[in-house]
């Protein structure tokens, strides 16, 4: 019997394991966060303290999400993951030590806090890079919602186990089951055999894979389009989370218990949602689903903080879980569609920066609020806040058509008459195109586009230049770091470049192909 379409992914093996690893590496995460803010919550009255236990969690993935994503990117993807799960295993022994002793302050657990997250920050990035090598592409939707269930299954199974020990053991066995799980994650990561990504060429430097990063992610319309909507849902969504264990103190029953079942509550709709995408996905675009989620979202949030009772706020919650997943992985996966796999993880790096940024950044902005106005004042004016943008941000689209970025060969290197070393440069390129003047709008419009494919493939520069004495005559430049650096282009080649170029010489009206010249910079001038 086969599996219904959105649990097909986990037929694989390989990703079934992977899966199970990322359900543990999760677990340990929200119940480091349920365990850290509840602590909190008796070591200080401040809402703003409270409120900041989720910033020192999220912040570390704003911070270094980039540097994380450029190391996943340009290492081996299994071992640098292994490491991650070592980091947080250490880390929730040491806050479980201090926990024991009664060393702990409110400064403290947020220090601890801060270093736990920074675990989850070197994780991410990886992990998100690994899911499209192992589904297929037509599973990739699914593959992702499935890790929305993951996130979403531990986010019931970590604050319900949190909340047990909570209750009956104490915070500090909290901390040393993070210990364990993580363990566990880690040795089911080692076990994974991962494919090594085919290059003749020595690995990217750190510095230049940051660089190379974020300049496909500003050249890409489709990301930087994804980078803003996700930065402004995860600001809406951010005051509700932060400020939960508040919610809870204030609807009857207050206690671990109720905080326990919110987080839970909300786990379930985000499942429920999970497993009904596939279908909302067939009758809605992109677009439409981060509109109306988006939408659900600010409304179910604002009735949660103004519910008087739990039979009100628990179905609202529900429905919180339910947008969240929805807008999420709708998001995730157009950005993942938009990334070829060789710096697909500093990609996902940026949307994972804008994702916790506006979460640490909406954190802090609503604690603020919560401590002058009160909880509820601060989670209707977030809700209030992203409803309004909505109309606002409606014109940067996620959805459109998905080209392929599939990797192709192309042959287009001249070897040249004299050695060049591959830190050489830097390299300059000219091509000269001759067309017919009466097109000369469209094949601009045409070069436009080149000029962002250039750029999101590694060139530093490029522009095009007009003959001032042939009509019709144009010449295009681009500049490359190196010699080595030219060459690596040749491995970011995909199925979309090979179409454009295409496009390019279809205007091309001379009897020779465009005539195509490198240069190397000189040393040494000689005069």
């Keep these: 019997m086969r599996l219904p379409a959105a649990l097909m992914p986990l037929e694989g093996p390989v990703f079934r394991s992977l899966w199970l690893a990322w359900l543990g590496a999760n677990m340990t995460m929200w119940m480091n966060d349920v365990a850290a803010a509840w602590l909190m919550t008796t070591l200080t009255d401040s809402a703003v303290m409270v409120a900041l236990v989720q910033s020192a969690s999220t912040l570390p993935m704003f911070l270094l999400g980039l540097p994380s994503g ?51 920050a070197m994780r991410w990035p990886v992990f998100a890079a690994i899911v499209p090598e192992v589904v297929t592409k037509a599973q990739l939707p699914a593959a992702l919602a499935l890790n929305g269930i993951s996130m979403n299954l531990s986010r019931i199974l970590g604050p319900t186990v949190a909340g047990a020990l909570l209750a009956g053991a104490g915070a500090a066995w909290v901390f040393i089951l993070n210990a364990v799980v993580a363990v566990g994650a880690l040795v089911v990561i080692l076990r994974w055999r991962s494919v090594k990504r085919p290059t003749t060429l020595p690995g990217e430097r750190f510095l230049g894979a940051i660089r190379i990063g974020l300049q496909h992610v500003r050249e890409s319309p489709r990301m930087r389009a994804v980078t803003l909507r996700v930065f402004l849902f995860s600001l809406q969504m951010s005051a509700l989370v932060a400020l939960m264990p508040l919610v809870a103190r204030r609807l009857s029953g207050a206690g671990p218990g109720m905080f326990t ?52 706020a628990l179905p609202s919650i529900f429905l919180v879980g339910m947008a969240w997943i929805s807008t999420a992985n709708t998001l995730s996966t157009s950005a993942q569609l938009a990334l070829p796999d060789w710096v697909r993880a500093r990609g996902m790096a940026v949307y994972q920066m804008a994702l916790m940024g506006g979460t640490a950044l909406g954190a802090m ?31 940067w689209s996620v959805g459109g058509k998905d080209v392929n970025l599939d990797r192709v060969p192309t042959h287009d290197l001249l070897e040249p008459v004299t050695a060049i070393h591959l830190d050489e440069g830097p390299v300059m390129v000219t091509v000269e195109y001759q ?19 250039r750029l999101r493939r590694g060139a530093l520069s490029w522009g095009l230049f007009r003959d001032t004495a042939i009509r019709g005559c144009y010449l295009e430049y681009f500049l490359h770091e190196n010699w080595l650096e030219h060459q690596r282009r040749l491995e970011r080649f995909t199925a979309a470049d090979a179409e454009l170029r295409e496009r390019r010489l279809a205007f091309h009206i001379g009897e020779q192909p465009p005539l195509r010249k490198r240069y190397v910079g000189s040393q040494r001038l000689h005069l």
């Design 70 to 120: 450029a190391l996943a990117d340009i290492t081996d993807r299994r071992l640098y993951l292994a490491s991650t799960q070592l980091w947080v295993a250490a880390v929730s022994l040491l806050t479980a030590s201090l926990a024991f002793a009664d060393a702990l302050s409110a400064k403290l657990l947020l220090a601890l806090t801060f270093l736990n997250g920074i675990g989850l």
């Design 261 to 312: 079942v919110l987080l839970a509550t909300m786990g379930s709709g985000a499942i429920a949602a999970a497993l009904l995408l596939p279908r909302w996905r067939a009758r809605l675009d992109r677009d439409q689903m981060v509109f109306w989620g988006s939408l659900t979202h600010a409304a179910a949030s604002a009735t949660v903080a103004l519910a008087p009772a739990p039979w009100i």
């Design 365 to 395: 902005l609503f604690g603020n609020v919560a401590a002058r106005f009160g909880v509820q004042a601060a989670i209707v004016s977030a809700a209030a806040a992203g409803a309004v943008l909505l109309p606002i941000v409606r014109n």
């Design 435 to 453: 067309i017919d003047p009466a097109q000369a709008a469209e094949f601009i419009e045409v070069m436009q586009l080149t000029r962002a494919a």
